[in-house]
């Protein structure tokens, strides 16, 4: 399982763009890309998941390069329900397969 | 999306007695579920999978025979955590992997349980 790298927290402001950088230097070619969102108390929900270059749904947009070295989640315009956990996990995700969480990002929107 | 739900919520008991957590996918089937744990500020730690059918693989520094874990069907796993103590006061959480899958490889999260012992 490839490890992952975040920032352990991050600070935004309402209204603002926020890029959650997640580097995964040792991904294989059959692991695909994944972030969870987990609020205080909650279980973690699924947010994106992409392979290799942009992919984008109605919450997020997950930029991978070409290297597929790093992978950056992007929020556009937050609130401050967007003040939550988010673990980006690298896995081939057969299924069944196990999720190993790193430390995740902290993220804190202000008014 | 698919529903996994976990009962109790919240569950407070005194040190030395066993506690019982359900976990269950209601919408779908589930050969596969996952058990964690997470302390505050913490990570989710991955502590055992539930196979339907056969025995628990636990993660390395697991105590089986403290965390008991039983898949009796494809839609329910439970986690008895045995002669309780304060330390194993946390927030457990279980996953399942839907049988038929949408677009993306996701696996479904309960709402977690918090366990308190006294």
């Known amino acids: 399982l490839a490890k992952t790298t975040q920032p352990i927290s991050m600070d935004s402001y309402e209204g603002q763009e926020v890029n959650i950088t997640c580097s995964h230097n040792n991904i294989a070619t059959n692991d695909y890309i994944t972030w969870y969102q987990q609020f205080p108390s909650q279980g973690p929900r699924f947010i994106i998941q992409?392979?290799?270059t942009k992919v984008t749904n109605e919450v997020a947009s997950l930029f991978i390069p070409a290297d597929r070295k790093s992978s950056t989640l992007s929020l556009p315009r937050v609130s401050l329900s967007d003040t939550a956990v988010y673990y980006c996990?690298?896995?081939?995700?057969?299924?069944?397969?196990?999720?190993?969480f790193g430390k995740g990002t902290r993220l804190h929107i202000l008014p | 999306g698919a529903v996994v739900s976990q009962h109790p919520s919240r569950v407070i008991c005194k040190s030395g007695t066993s506690v019982k957590i359900e976990c269950r996918s209601l919408d779908f089937q589930a050969t596969t579920m996952f058990w964690y744990r997470q302390f505050p500020k913490q990570s989710l730690m991955l502590m055992a999978t539930?196979?339907?059918?056969?025995?628990?693989?636990?993660e390395q520094g697991v105590e089986k025979d403290k965390f008991l874990i039983n898949h009796a069907s494809l839609t329910l796993s439970t986690l008895t955590v045995t002669s309780a103590h304060p330390e194993d006061s946390s927030f457990y959480i279980c996953?399942?992997?839907?049988?038929?899958?949408?677009?993306?490889?996701?696996?479904?999260f309960g709402p977690g349980t918090r366990l308190t012992v006294l």
């Open positions: 996990l690298v896995a081939q995700l057969n299924r069944d397969d196990k999720i190993i």
């Open positions: 996953s399942a992997d839907e049988e038929d899958r949408g677009p993306y490889n996701e696996q479904f």
């Open positions: 992409g392979y290799k």
């Open positions: 539930s196979n339907e059918g056969s025995k628990a693989t636990y």
